[in-house]
């Protein structure tokens, strides 16, 4: 209800489903703060480094 409420005081949105293998990094990152508690944002702390192969690979197949 809440997402709801947001997107209705938007004049454009779109809502995509992407299946995980596609957006696979972000599941990854989304793990690792739930489930290893990175609380801290990676924005501010930098990329560690299973992220940072994660990001050569992804290019590499683009």
Not at 33 to 59: C, H, I, K, N
Request: glycine letters at 4%; a neutral charge; aromatic letters at 8%.
């Amino acid at each position: 209800m809440e997402i709801k409420t947001a997107l209705s005081n938007m004049h454009e949105w779109e809502l995509e489903v992407v299946s995980r293998k596609s957006n696979m990094i972000t599941f990854l990152i989304a793990r690792s703060v739930t489930m290893d508690m990175r609380l801290q944002s990676y924005v501010a702390r930098g990329e560690v480094a299973w992220l940072r192969g994660l990001f050569a690979e992804e290019r590499l197949t683009c």
